[in-house]
């Protein structure tokens, strides 16, 4: 059974930083990992993701202040989330995928002051 650990979300002010962890298990040979969000009343929206082999792709809101990176030994992804805004606020979900998608039960970021 394939089952995402999502942990690392939380409350914090604008401009503060946190990082998502997501841990998988049963499953391997993932290609790409990444996180997606859902803010109240909108489509779910890709954040980052990332390769098997490091490449990694961003949504243009968070370029350069959210940085995606993953070890696969360990078959986790990481999040770490910087100069935090408002707008930032949403359910972020963990994201594998191989030839299917898979995803984690989501963590909840607030960023208010």
């Known amino acids: 059974q394939v089952q995402l650990v999502e942990s690392g979300g939380g409350l914090v002010q604008p401009g503060g930083s946190l990082r998502l962890s997501c841990a998988a298990s049963g499953i391997f040979n993932i290609h790409t990992m990444g996180w997606y969000r859902q803010a109240p009343g909108k489509q779910r929206e890709l954040v980052a993701a990332?390769?098997?082999?490091?490449?990694?792709n961003y949504a243009d809101s968070v370029k350069g202040r959210f940085t995606i990176s993953r070890d696969n030994a360990k078959n986790t992804v990481y999040l770490q989330m910087n100069s935090l805004k408002p707008e930032d606020t949403a359910v972020y979900y963990c994201?594998?995928?191989?030839?299917?998608?898979?995803w984690g039960q989501g963590t909840q970021v607030t960023v208010s002051s």
């Open positions: 994201n594998a995928r191989r030839t299917v998608d898979f």
């Open positions: 990332i390769t098997s082999v490091g490449n990694p």
